[in-house]
T-cell receptor, first 113, second 113 residues
């Protein structure tokens, strides 16, 4: 089973709202990722957690706040977003790191009004 | 850092014909090269991958070839079907880039029935 699940599938929020995206995997993977993807573009890496510790933060604005409560769960907390933050947010996981295969979830389509 | 270029950006083929997508990379330390297929509204799905100790890998109608000397790798799809229509992304990574994948810019493949 190579399934990564994400909730919600769609999210519409105002610029003053606070919301969270959730990601879950039960493959025993120890690395989890958040990506942002704009239309017709490749995924852009935002954050990487390795063994539940934040290992990469690609200079993402503080209005995005990641959290890894345990090895199976990954959250992305959103606050005071801008319309340009509207995108597909993808979660992925891999066995460990260093060139391991990454498996992606279906994504959350976020629209910021 | 690594730079991955992907060509062509769009590709149209008749059903039953073959499709070839090419990627080049810059970092000779890269040793893992996955290919992802992304259908509209879905997350990227791994379709095939290759490591640098192998020159070619096949899985039914899909094959990937790697030329380490020239630093390029290609995706070959034979006997294309309409359901092959999607955006395809190549990526490169190495143990030295940790968990980071470097993606190509994507190829939008259309298979005409």
């Amino acid at each position: 089973d190579t399934e990564v699940t994400q909730t919600p599938k769609h999210l519409v929020m105002g610029m003053t709202n606070k919301k969270s995206l959730k990601c879950e995997q039960h493959m025993g993977h120890r690395a989890m990722y958040w990506y942002k993807q704009k239309a017709k573009k490749p995924p852009e890496l935002m954050f990487v957690y390795s063994y539940e510790k934040l290992s990469i933060n690609e200079s993402v604005p503080s209005r995005f706040s990641p959290e890894c409560p345990n090895s199976s769960l990954l959250n992305l907390h959103l606050h005071a977003l801008q319309p340009e933050d509207s995108a597909l947010y993808l979660c992925a996981s891999s066995q460990d790191g260093g060139g391991d295969t990454q498996y992606f979830g279906p994504g959350t389509r976020l629209t910021v009004l | 850092g690594e730079n991955v270029e992907q060509h062509p950006s769009t590709l149209s083929v008749q059903e039953g014909d073959s499709a070839v997508i090419k990627c080049t990379y810059s970092d000779s330390a890269s040793n893992y090269f996955p290919w992802y297929k992304q259908e509209l509204g879905k997350g990227p799905q791994l379709i095939i991958d290759i490591r640098s100790n192998v020159g070619e890998k096949k899985d039914q109608r899909i094959a990937v070839t790697l030329n380490k000397t020239a630093k390029h790798f290609s995706l070959h799809i034979t006997e294309t079907q309409p359901e092959d229509s999607a955006v395809y992304f190549c990526a490169a990574s190495s143990q030295y880039t940790g968990n980071q994948f470097y993606f190509g810019t994507g190829t939008s493949l259309t298979v005409i029935p």
